[in-house]
């Protein structure tokens, strides 16, 4: 079983940055690649980004390519997501889970692009 727990958000103005964090606990070793979610209000969760561990090969969804870096401290068992660029759209419940089998997903963190 692996745990996560993400943090960072809040709220931003427009074209503004933040660093999200996904803090993971349990059997880490299990763990080949990671994702950041995010769920809007009255949408489905959809995916933004992977990262595998060994490699940090990474991938995007087209909506947040360009603006938004996953990268990871595996010596931390932690992955992040800068985001650049914000934009009102990029409001949401921010996630983190394995792309394959899916562990119990966190409480999330709340991003709020507004102003």
């Known amino acids: 079983q692996v745990q996560f727990v993400e943090s960072g958000g809040g709220l931003v103005q427009p074209g503004g940055s933040l660093r999200l964090s996904c803090a993971a606990s349990g059997r880490i070793l299990s763990i080949s690649s990671m994702g950041w979610y995010r769920q809007a209000p009255g949408k489905q969760r959809e995916w933004v980004a992977t990262i595998t561990r060994s490699r940090g090969t990474t991938t995007y969804a087209d909506s947040v390519k360009g603006r938004f870096t996953i990268f990871r401290d595996n010596a931390k068992n932690t992955v992040y997501l800068e985001m650049n660029s914000l934009k009102p759209d990029d409001t949401a419940v921010y996630y983190c889970?394995?792309?394959?089998?899916?562990?119990?997903w966190g409480q999330g963190t709340q991003v709020t692009v507004s102003g």
């Open positions: 889970n394995t792309p394959g089998e899916k562990s119990d």
